[in-house]
């Protein structure tokens, strides 16, 4: 963990960025493994949230909201949206 925090110290931006969209798609694939290969069910729900979470934080963040409070309120809509 700590190497991947100094990483933008010694990487260019286009390989953090790189990085960054990696290491997403790796959580995206690994929560699929868990619900879809280990238990056995198939759901695309969690995607959607997956995605309504990134479209809400790009939103916020081009409107002029600090990226960082814009994932965390993002995160508070996507789980309002999700709430049964």
């Known amino acids: 963990i700590l190497l991947l925090a100094v990483a933008p110290q010694f990487l260019s931006a286009g390989a953090v960025d790189r990085m960054t969209a990696l290491f997403i798609y790796v959580i995206l694939a690994a929560m699929w493994n868990a619900l879809a ?14 995605g309504l979470g990134a479209y809400f934080a790009i939103r916020l963040a081009n409107a002029g909201l600090n990226p960082f409070v814009s994932l ?6 996507v789980g309002a949206v999700s709430w049964p």
């Open 37 to 50: 290969g280990f238990g056995g069910l198939v759901s695309v729900g969690q995607q959607v949230f997956f």
């Open 72 to 77: 965390f309120v993002s995160a508070v809509i």
